[in-house]
């Protein structure tokens, strides 16, 4: 279990956080955090990182971000060479993966409502420089 802590709790941080988010109905809304800093932002990408079209092949990108789970997780679990810091950061991308297939799979199979991976943190400071891409904890 320990092998993997750090990626559940990322996903149950990446889940909530979205709960939380997608409840709010604002979608499309931007509402200061942090100042202007970091502003929340809710956006539904239907498509890969950045907003990357799949077109028609979401079960395919579905598919292969489980196999792509299932191994790191074999990996975590078999290879006892891995050092801390190798550990920790296959956690954090095991834990963004989780999060993200979580909203895929609701997506793809039209659940709750959702129409892609639900995105919301905003940062940079508007009419200076904003990151041109909104982002989630799993992110």
């Known amino acids: 279990m320990n092998r993997i802590l750090v990626a559940l709790i990322i996903v149950v941080a990446d889940q909530l956080s979205k709960v939380a988010i997608k409840s709010s109905e604002l979608y499309g809304a931007s509402q200061p955090f942090l100042g202007d800093f ?8 239907p498509g890969l990182a950045f907003g990357v079209s799949v077109g028609g092949f979401g079960w395919l990108l579905f598919l292969v971000t489980i196999l792509i789970t299932l191994y ?23 834990g963004g993966a989780i999060g993200n297939l979580i909203d895929r799979g609701f997506t793809l199979f039209n659940l709750f409502e959702y129409k892609g991976v639900i995105d919301f943190i905003d940062l940079g400071i508007t009419g200076i420089y904003r990151w041109p891409y909104i982002f ?4």
């Open 38 to 45: 970091v502003r929340i932002t809710f956006l539904e990408n």
């Open 72 to 94: 790191i997780i074999h990996y975590l679990f078999s290879d006892s060479a891995l050092i801390k810091g190798e550990r920790l950061s296959l956690n954090f991308i095991l």
């Open 136 to 139: 989630n904890v799993a992110d």
